[in-house]
């Protein structure tokens, strides 16, 4: 069997394991970046989140900046250079990609693509020698986010997935929870992350294409399922999961609606939606002595909740796009600090794991399937 299609052996995640508790992971050999200038990124896909989101996003960075692009529309390049001051020698299409790794002006390649291509582009940035920045989800399925992994080590360049809520500090505070358990033991965890859209088919929408990871699970799912995993602070063992289509004439052969329950080994369960045909967004937890949530937990801006000890999560970070920015200065300043990132790729990797089990589960009717051990 191939790495690319291994598992890693238990020493491997021992060691992964200890890195991360002691915090040391990013200290091993790593592309060094220059400190005396903030970080150069360049977007890979120039689509809704790179122009509306992260680069008036990069703006706002203290560590990093926008410094190229990559796209394979030569309208777009020529947009982008002119709005965003892009020289020509920082401006590359899919094919000619590789050479960006003869350009010192980019550190750093952010990987904002479909999700079938995340696995091959952060392959060419790791091979050229560059940081990788990938969106979520991670990959198609486990064994691409492993081989991910791989390269950027082998290459010795840092990979950290875009799960901009672990940045956010509502979120970080409900994160916390998970230890010190105010509360009493958690007992149920609720994750809904959905939104209604899509009233057509028409137009080349990869949303709605399964050869290119559409459906809601890829989407919006992992929004919930990360937000269970962390908020249980334990990883799940096992998953039933049901899909659902209501509107057939849209959705042919990806998910509009999944529902999935997921197990943990002290008992507690995460019961899980999301969709592509209803509006969610509520992250709740209750234990044996009270309750805390957020409403809406994965929204732009505006995260909040309270719990029943009259508590408040509300603090703030500015308007849209505060929360890409926080996320690529942290990022940018583990590189530049040489440790690892909030979100490395072995965060992907465990969504990406119960993912693989979650999807088997609804192709088999909503039988129980447990999850591989990361």
């Known amino acids: ?35 005396s200038r903030p970080l150069g990124v360049a977007l890979v896909g120039l689509g809704y989140y790179s122009r509306d989101l992260l680069a008036p996003a990069l703006r706002m960075t203290r560590h990093c900046r926008l410094a190229g692009i ?3 529309t030569p309208a777009k390049a020529e947009a982008w250079q002119r709005r965003h001051g ?11 990609f590789d050479r960006i790794a003869d350009n010192p002006d980019i550190d750093v390649v952010y990987v904002v693509l479909p ?11 790791a091979a050229a020698g560059k940081h990788v920045w990938c969106e979520k989800p991670m990959a198609m ?27 956010e500090p509502n979120t970080q505070a409900v994160m916390a929870l998970a230890t010190s358990q105010p509360f ?38 992992v929004y ?50 999301t969709s592509f045909g ?12 009270g309750w805390y949530e957020l409403s809406p937990f994965q929204a732009y801006e505006g995260v909040r909740g309270e719990a029943s000890d009259g508590r408040r999560f509300d603090a703030a970070i500015g308007t849209t796009p505060a929360q890409q920015a926080r996320q690529m200065d942290a990022d940018a300043l583990a590189i530049l600090e040489r440790r690892a990132p909030r979100v490395p790729g072995e965060e992907g990797w465990r969504d990406m794991q119960a993912l693989d089990a979650i999807f088997a589960s609804a192709r088999a009717g909503g039988k129980r399937v447990e999850i591989a051990a990361g």
Request: contains cysteine; charged residues 25%; positive net charge.
């Open 224 to 273: 919930a399922l990360n937000a269970a995993r962390y908020t249980a602070g334990a990883e799940p063992i096992a998953v039933t999961a049901t899909s659902s289509i209501q509107r057939p004439d849209i959705f042919r052969g990806v998910d509009e609606t999944m529902r999935f329950r997921l197990e943990f080994r002290d008992g507690v369960t995460a019961d899980c939606a």
């Open 70 to 72: 990559v796209t394979g």
């Open 278 to 289: 209803k509006n969610m967004n509520r992250l709740r937890a209750d234990c044996a002595s």
């Open 184 to 221: 009493g033991r958690l007992q149920r965890i609720r994750a809904e992350a959905g939104f209604h859209g899509f009233d057509s088919a028409s137009g080349d929408n990869w949303r709605l294409d399964a050869a290119r990871g559409g459906g809601a699970m890829y989407d919006m799912g």
């Open 86 to 96: 892009i020289p020509d020698r920082n401006v590359y299409d899919y094919t000619g």
């Open 1 to 35: 069997m191939s790495a690319e299609h291994s598992s890693p052996d238990p020493s491997r995640r021992r060691l992964l394991a200890a890195l991360g508790a002691a915090g040391i992971a990013g200290m091993l050999p790593i592309a060094r970046a220059r400190a």
């Open 141 to 167: 399925d486990a064994a691409e986010a492993l081989a991910m992994i791989d390269a950027c080590r082998q290459h010795r360049v840092q990979l950290a997935i875009g799960y901009r809520m672990q940045h």
């Open 115 to 125: 999700n079938h291509l995340h696995k091959p582009f952060t392959l060419r940035a």
